[in-house]
């Protein structure tokens, strides 16, 4: 079982950053591979990044690629999302996800085993 929590939404402008942690809580964390989603309003949800249980590996959405970078600290079980240059467009709901298969993580988000209950991210123009 893994509990996550998302932290560090919130109302910036266009060009701001923010940072959006996900502190997580169980044996398994360590080895599993993490990723954040988001969902605008009256859209699907949508993958934005994933990491691999060990760091190595990352994945990106072409919307956010040069702009938002993942990382994760086994050790304090937090992963992290670095949201530079925000735009209008990535307004959303961020939730946090945790799965032992970084595919998942990546193309089928119905088959993701664990969700934090998300964090609200609105970027005005």
């Known amino acids: 079982q893994v509990q996550l929590v998302e932290s560090g939404g919130g109302l910036v402008q266009a060009g701001d950053s923010l940072r959006l942690s996900c502190a997580a809580s169980?044996?398994?964390?360590?080895?599993?591979?993490m990723g954040w989603f988001r969902q605008a309003p009256g859209k699907q949800r949508e993958s934005v990044a994933a990491?691999?249980?060990?760091?190595?590996?990352?994945h990106y959405a072409d919307s956010v690629k040069g702009r938002f970078t993942i990382s994760r600290d086994n050790a304090k079980n937090t992963m992290y999302l670095q949201m530079n240059s925000l735009k209008p467009e990535d307004t959303a709901v961020y939730y946090c996800?945790?799965?032992?298969?970084?595919?998942?993580?990546?193309?089928?988000?119905?088959?993701?085993?664990?969700w934090g209950q998300g964090t609200q991210v609105t970027v005005s123009s």
């Open positions: 996800a945790a799965d032992k298969s970084f595919v998942h993580l990546t193309t089928t988000p119905n088959k993701v085993d664990y």
């Open positions: 169980g044996r398994t964390f360590s080895s599993s591979a």
């Open positions: 990491i691999s249980w060990s760091g190595g590996t990352t």
